[in-house]
């Protein structure tokens, strides 16, 4: 009786094994890891278009693009569906310099902040382009030419964090802590959280190359963000003298840069209680990677391939 026992026992965990090893191959081999480099660039108060009132991308200032770093983890639900976890590093900056709109020009502000983001993404292929035809025949070997394209767009939620910074003579600080909006001081200015939600959405292309198990690509997306604070500048000015007492001079001397660049200070701007900022246009950052992909194998699937 005890051996007809264990010999169930022994069945059934053999079958559980089995099942459990059919699960590993099936998620392995829809299981893709992502490498890349490419560029980021910031949309935010500072710098922009030579005139006022401008958003969005006639905002962008080319000449800020800075490097990024991505890896992400893909996994493939069937050819037209997949899910991305992202991991990115960028850096982002902005200067007032660069821009001859008058006000922005003579307010003088500038900041670069590292960006750590973390996402999942949703991605649905939109179009997918198979398209091959024989080159040349030889006795038991063909060759093969044509493109395998697959596009697609994506959206998703995520975080990151970011630390604005600024420049005096040869050394960079720390904005958050320095309060260059007041924050700390009045009641209604609390300071901002240097961790907040962004909002991917782009789209992509990747095409295999000669082992079948890579594939190069490019994704191009924007980042909407929680806060308006990612280069420091968000509402108002307020009194240097009080950000002075608080923080110290090297605070009071970053709040208001106006007159710095040796132009003469524009009537009703950069004064306790002028604009400073706008709170009503959340910042926002782009990052446009070029992408190489491996897709893993457990070496016993069975499952169809797709890119």
């Not at 299981?31 to 958003?55: H, K, M």
């Not at 191009?220 to 002075?244: A, K």
Request: proline share 5%; glycine share 10%; hydrophobic share 35%.
């Amino acid at each position: 009786m005890k051996k007809r026992i264990l010999l169930l026992l022994s069945v059934v965990m053999l079958v559980q094994l089995s099942q459990a090893q059919r699960k590993k191959t099936r998620f392995l081999d829809r299981c893709e890891t992502v490498y890349g480099l490419g560029f980021s660039n910031f949309l935010g108060e500072l710098g922009g278009r030579d005139a006022i009132g401008t958003n969005g991308l006639r905002d962008l200032e080319f000449i800020l693009t800075r490097p990024s770093v991505h890896l992400g983890v893909r996994y493939r639900f069937n050819p037209i569906f997949s899910l991305k976890l992202n991991l990115h590093y960028a850096l982002l900056s902005g200067r007032d310099s660069l821009t001859k709109e008058p006000f922005r020009r003579n307010r003088n502000l500038s900041f670069r902040s590292p960006i750590f983001e973390t996402s999942l993404q949703a991605e649905i292929s939109v179009l997918q382009l198979k398209s091959t035809k024989s080159r040349y025949v030889l006795r038991g070997v063909r060759s093969k030419s044509g493109i395998d394209l697959n596009v697609y767009v994506f959206f998703g939620a995520g975080g990151f964090f970011f630390n604005p910074k600024a420049k005096i003579e040869q050394t960079w600080w720390a904005l958050q802590p320095l309060g260059t909006e007041g924050q700390g001081i009045a009641a209604s200015r609390e300071p901002y959280k240097r961790i907040q939600a962004c909002f991917p959405v782009g789209l992509g292309f990747r095409l295999p190359l000669s082992d079948k198990n890579w594939t190069i690509g490019f994704e191009y997306g924007m980042r909407t963000t929680t806060t308006d604070y990612i280069d420091d500048v968000s509402t108002t000015y307020f009194s240097p003298t009080l950000i002075g007492d608080k923080y110290g001079p090297i605070a009071q001397r970053l709040s208001n840069r106006a007159g710095e660049n040796g132009e003469a200070i524009i009537p009703g701007s950069a004064y306790t209680g002028e604009q400073r900022g706008d709170p009503t246009d959340k910042d926002a950052y782009m990052l446009g990677t070029i992408t190489l992909t491996y897709r893993l194998k457990s070496g016993r699937s069975v499952l169809p391939k797709f890119r």
